[in-house]
């Protein structure tokens, strides 16, 4: 098993197909976009295939996450999709996309095996997402979300990031927006993984915050906590439920000690957290021959080194100079 020196075992794994992405997110990335990796950097189909293999049929990977960038980008998508839902013993496999595409490939997706996909939308204005982010297409995910849905991508989750004055007062008609559409939304808070550097804890909406915001609209108290075990979000029934919302404090309550998850980045490197600044290279020896033993024995000997914690309220913590898109969340 994946296991670090605390404790904890990884069964949870986060592919990046691509770094790249169509939004130009603020939180993210600025307008103009970055510089993508070249594409002979970029792990193959094949390579993606058979290193999600190695962890799930020798390392205990449960579930498989393939994330961005925006993976819906990536030409071989349904297939690596097939390929993985097709693995002994079958690991849940889900996806986390911007919703653009999704309209055209949420029934091949779900025909593969995909399971159930996450959508970030931040705003129900269209004129707000693109300020957000400079490309208006606020259409084209709201038609992605309904296509997911049809499709069976069940629970269809939404994931928003409230950002002051620009859309935290959208806090309490997003969700009750997402309960009508049947949605499970989950707000996360806004974290320091921006390529332009430019996040302050100070002009962040915490989790507290957030929670007050929907208290206007909504009566919300906490679900049952011995449920959640390693899943990032707090969740809370809303007006009793069954209905529920969830909040992830990923600054300020952060669930460190109960992380299961292991990232693979899209040019084949782990990452024990989102805001690692040490990576350990699966790409160069598998290209180089070596043999799955091999890159396994690599891979438990790099979730062995993960840190107690992302060390973010620690006065040393340094941004991590991989933005989000080219992480994978």
Same mark, same amino acid.
């Given at each position: ?147 997911? =849905? ?57 989790? =507290? ?13 906490? =679900? ?106």
């Amino acid at each position: 098993m994946l296991r670090d020196s605390f404790g904890r075992v990884a069964t949870d794994l986060r592919v990046s197909l691509t770094d790249k992405c169509n939004l130009r997110c603020t939180y993210c990335m600025p307008p103009e976009g970055l510089d993508w990796l070249p594409k002979p950097e970029l792990l193959t189909a094949d390579e993606i295939v058979r290193l999600v293999t190695i962890g799930v049929e020798h390392l205990g990977i449960t579930e498989v996450r393939y994330t961005g960038g925006e993976p819906l980008l990536r030409r071989e998508l349904v297939d690596i999709v097939a390929r993985t839902t097709a693995l002994s013993p079958r690991p849940q496999v889900s996806l986390t996309s911007n919703g653009i595409g999704l309209a055209r490939l949420a029934e091949p997706l779900a025909a593969a095996g995909l399971d159930r996909v996450n959508v970030s939308l931040d705003t129900l204005d269209p004129g707000t997402f693109k300020r957000l982010a400079h490309r208006d297409r606020h259409a084209d995910v709201i038609a992605g979300l309904a296509a997911a =849905d049809a499709a069976g991508l069940r629970p269809v989750k939404i994931n928003a990031v409230l950002m002051r004055g620009i859309n935290d007062h959208e806090a309490v008609p997003l969700l009750r927006w997402a309960l009508d559409q049947g949605y499970e939304l989950r707000f996360i808070e806004q974290m320091p993984l921006d390529a332009q550097h430019g996040w302050s804890r100070a002009d962040m909406v915490t989790a =507290d915050e957030i929670l007050r915001l929907l208290s206007d609209g909504f009566d919300l108290t906490p =679900d049952d906590l011995e449920e959640r075990g390693s899943a990032p979000a707090e969740r809370f029934l809303v007006d009793g439920g069954p209905d529920r919302v969830g909040v992830i404090g990923s600054v300020t309550r952060p669930f460190c000690g109960a992380c299961d998850r292991v990232r693979l980045t899209a040019d084949g490197q782990v990452r024990n957290c989102l805001f690692a600044t040490e990576e350990s290279d699966l790409k160069t020896a598998m290209r180089a021959g070596a043999s799955d033993d091999e890159l396994a024995e690599r891979w438990l000997a790099a979730v062995a080194r993960k840190r107690a914690g992302h060390g973010i309220d620690d006065p040393s913590f340094l941004q991590p100079s991989r933005p989000m898109s080219a992480i994978g969340g």
